[in-house]
């Protein structure tokens, strides 16, 4: 049987063996990433692609391009209870974000 490991799960088994290299490696591909999902849909990339082992695994921070954008639906599903997708924060405060 095989023991599958996801992305975030790989940058965490790195940092926790000490495997700088490859860590940085995972994080910079995910930054890579996350720039063309920034791009391909409009909006910002508002936190660089980080490894947060324990609170949020592998991941990048996204908002809005402009002051009234909603959220995409493609990456709505993926952190439903972000203050974007629950429009606990005005525009101007998204947009402002870093």
Known sequence: MTHFLNASELAEACNLLGLDDEEALLIGAAQMAAQAIAHRLGIRLTVAA????????????????????????????FDSGSDWAEGKLSPHEIYNYP
Do not use: D, H, K, T
């Open 50 to 77: 980080v490894n947060e082992p324990g609170f949020g695994g592998l991941c990048a921070g996204f908002g809005p391009a402009e002051l009234s954008q909603r959220i995409p639906a493609e990456i709505v599903s």
